[in-house]
């Protein structure tokens, strides 16, 4: 069975931390994404990376960054967390030239 | 910019048809998706549509019109279990990047 498993479900954050959230993938899929989701705004893409190290940028970047060190791991860093970036963040991972991409349970931050 | 657009919200009863609609702007196309997403949990995969017709699978059908920029996800025969959140998504390059839609959060009624 193919997973995408986000470290937490939930976490609670204080402004000004420096957050981390880990994805991990057992499929060998080269392509993984972070996406933050908010009621009324569907899912929005932050970051993607293609391949191990590679990393892009997507529609809403800014306060975020990203690193790929390993293929099955994508983790996504608040660098200096803010109280808009309360929301539902949601990893995907899609491999080669497939078009059905498998989402982690997703992990609600709370920033305080 | 990229935009899609589907109704907020549908309600219908069991056993009913409903069909979910999706128009998008985007600066390519090459696919429209649809995932279903229950409360609390993950987004999962439903169809892809590359080319214009319907495509069936079991009680969901999923159609797209290119010329149209127009999608929709029809489900049949519904029941309690389909009530969640559905998301269209273009594929707007080869290298696999989706833009989602705002959801329909569908409600079936006894």
């Known amino acids: 069975d193919v997973k995408v498993t986000q470290s937490s479900r939930y976490l609670v954050k204080r402004t000004g931390e420096k957050v981390f959230l880990e994805c991990v993938q057992d499929?060998?899929?080269?392509?993984m994404f972070w996406y933050r989701q908010d009621p009324g705004l569907g899912l929005r893409l932050i970051y993607f990376?293609?391949?191990?190290?590679?990393?892009e940028k997507g529609d809403i970047p800014e306060g975020y960054s990203v690193s790929r060190e390993k293929k099955e791991r994508f983790s996504l860093i608040l660098e200096s967390a803010s109280t808009n970036q309360t929301s539902m963040y949601l990893c995907?991972?899609?491999?080669?030239?497939?078009?059905?991409?498998?989402f982690g349970q997703g992990t609600r931050l709370t920033v305080v | 910019g990229q935009s899609l657009e589907q109704p907020s919200e549908v309600t219908a009863v069991e056993g009913a048809i409903v069909q979910i609609n999706c128009t998008y702007q985007?600066?390519?196309?090459?696919?429209l998706s649809w995932y279903q997403q229950h409360d609390g949990g993950a987004p999962t995969f439903l169809s892809y549509n590359a080319l214009d017709g319907l495509e069936e699978t079991g009680r969901f059908s999923s159609f797209l019109s290119r010329s149209d920029s127009y999608g929709y996800l029809l489900l049949q025969e519904l029941q309690m279990k389909d009530s969640a959140s559905y998301f269209c998504a273009v594929r707007v390059n080869y290298g696999q990047n989706f833009v989602f839609g705002p959801g329909t959060r569908l409600s079936v009624l006894p």
């Open positions: 985007t600066s390519g196309f090459y696919g």
């Open positions: 990376s293609y391949d191990v190290k590679m990393k």
């Open positions: 499929m060998d899929h080269e392509n």
């Open positions: 995907a991972s899609i491999g080669g030239v497939n078009t059905e991409a498998f």
